[in-house]
């Protein structure tokens, strides 16, 4: 889950690049045929989130009794609504940023055997329990 945040940074490298993304999801919308393959891909993209949470679940890292479903809308939601936050602040790193907006979704479900598997995982070379804006309990 970590790595699609990170994948969906990249796009953010710069202002530039992420301006430069915008302009083809701006057209991906009007034209139907190529909205067609956006909605496939949002749609996949979910499912695989959903998929990624329940295995998480039945591995005791995420609590019982989860609406993955709806954790995994929520993971979407933030994404990219973290990649359009980071925009308008421009503070630090995309990858940064929106990794940290991401605990804060999934940090209630979480049981201590996820929050200590978050906190060991790298990004982009990176400890992510190190960056800034860490703070996993």
């Known amino acids: 889950i970590g790595a699609y945040a990170e994948c969906v940074a990249e796009m953010a490298s710069s202002p530039g690049t992420l301006a430069h993304h915008l302009s083809y999801l701006q057209r991906d919308l009007l034209d139907p045929e190529l909205h067609r393959h956006v909605r496939e891909q949002a749609r996949r993209t979910r499912a ?60 209630p479900v979480l049981t201590r055997k996820g929050r200590t598997r978050l906190a060991r995982r790298k990004t982009g070379g990176r400890n992510v329990a190190t960056l800034p804006h860490s703070d996993l309990p």
Do not use: N, P
Not at 60 to 85: F, H, K, Q, W
């Open 48 to 107: 695989e989130l959903r998929r990624l949470l329940d295995e998480a679940e039945e591995a005791g890292e995420v609590a019982g009794r989860t609406d993955t479903e709806a954790l995994a809308r929520m993971i979407e939601v933030t994404v990219s609504g973290s990649l359009m936050t980071w925009a308008f602040y421009l503070e630090g790193d995309a990858v940064d940023w929106m990794v940290h907006d991401l605990k804060q979704v999934l940090r």
